[in-house]
């Protein structure tokens, strides 16, 4: 048994060593292939903005790239310790099929539309004035690094999220049973005050159950939003950024007198960047959205029950759960990572299109 959890760990070390020594290795080449791209041979006035584009969106996914994965380092044995956790809290929760469909379609889905959006940044990256070579499609794969590099991790923390969710999904729907079958024995006319007393005992034994349950998942969203908060929001801020650059550039190529074929690939490389990064940031905020209102739910829940509650030890349980509740809500909005919503998305978005504005008043 020692020899096999060794083994496993070791496998693992490996696994991580490898995969940052890939990170590094597609860090330095998509350096080399800028330099060698853009610096060895001059680029047309005409292109300019074109240029101008790719180096922006590449540089920034690279400077993201660079942070997601140095904190994500310094942070390596908590990561580890949260993996284990939350490996082990998810399989007692995640043995519907049900759940497992869900997951494994929404999974299929994102992984599906990132390969074609990163397949269409790749063809609209690889410039239609040069001359086609082996060297030329080389190199724009290597510029596609950091970009593939973040979409991978956009969609690791998409899965996170939608893991939590259902595991807090499932805790909810055992609750509401609960709570619909105490409601149902409560409103019966011919219930006795023993019987009454039993279920309220009943429920009382299993919310303290649930309160055992709904602790190990705040201990393990505190965790994840601690690690994991900061490096959402640089891919949030990262996708705005692009969406309000690209748009800038869609109305800078658009506004030419004529238009010729080099003309409309530069469009669509801005259109097609400015679409498939808003898509990333609305599959981000409805991922971590859906857990803040399964939150909600749980407290509705809880309030139905206090409005007949009558028993001191059932309330105790009540009051607990509750807290529990209300306090993983406080970690949530403290860190602002599962507290996104659409509200923040409104403003995100009228923050962009104000400053998207003014680029265009300046142009």
């Known amino acids: 048994m020692k020899f096999s959890i060794c083994s496993k760990c070791s496998s693992f070390a490996f696994i991580k060593w490898l995969w940052l020594l890939a990170v590094v290795l597609a860090l330095c080449l998509s350096s080399y292939a800028f330099y060698f791209w853009y610096c060895n041979e001059p680029v047309a006035g005409k292109y300019l903005k074109q240029w101008i584009s790719i180096i922006i969106v590449w540089f920034l996914n690279l400077l993201v790239t660079a942070v997601i994965y140095w904190r994500q380092f310094m942070c390596n044995e908590r990561i580890q310790q949260l993996n284990r956790n939350f490996i082990r809290f998810a399989e007692e929760h995640m043995c519907s099929t049900a759940i497992k469909c869900q997951q494994l379609w929404y999974q299929t889905v994102l992984l599906a539309y990132l390969m074609v959006s990163n397949a269409g940044l790749w063809l609209n990256m690889n410039p239609t004035y040069r001359l086609y070579s082996n060297g030329d499609l080389f190199l724009s794969v290597v510029l596609m690094g950091p970009i593939i590099v973040c979409s991978l991790t956009a969609f690791r ?82 996708d705005f950024g692009q969406v309000t650059f690209e748009l800038y550039m869609f109305y800078c190529d658009l506004s030419h007198a004529s238009l010729d074929d080099d003309d409309l690939h530069m469009i669509a490389f801005s259109f097609v960047s400015a679409i498939f990064s808003f898509t990333e940031i609305l599959f981000i905020i409805n991922g971590t959205s859906k857990f803040s209102d399964k939150l909600m739910q749980a407290l ?54 104000s400053y998207l504005i003014l680029l265009i008043q300046t142009a």
Do not use: W
């Open 300 to 353: 509705e829940q809880l309030q139905r029950i206090g409005i007949v509650c009558l028993d001191s030890r059932l309330t105790e349980c009540i009051y607990g759960l509750s807290k529990v509740v209300q306090c993983m809500q406080e970690e949530t909005v403290m860190f602002y990572c599962f507290a996104l919503n659409n509200s923040f998305l409104t403003t995100i978005i009228a923050a962009s299109c």
């Open 157 to 238: 923390y998409c899965v996170i999220f939608l893991t939590v969710s259902c595991i807090l999904d499932d805790i909810n729907r055992d609750l509401s049973r609960q709570v619909d079958q105490f409601h149902r024995q409560y409103s019966s006319a011919n219930i006795s005050a023993y019987r009454l007393t039993n279920s309220e005992l009943k429920l009382s034994d299993h919310l303290d159950r649930l309160i055992i349950q709904y602790d190990k998942l705040y201990d393990v969203v505190v965790a994840i939003i601690e690690i994991y908060s900061p490096s959402i929001l640089f891919l949030l801020v990262l």
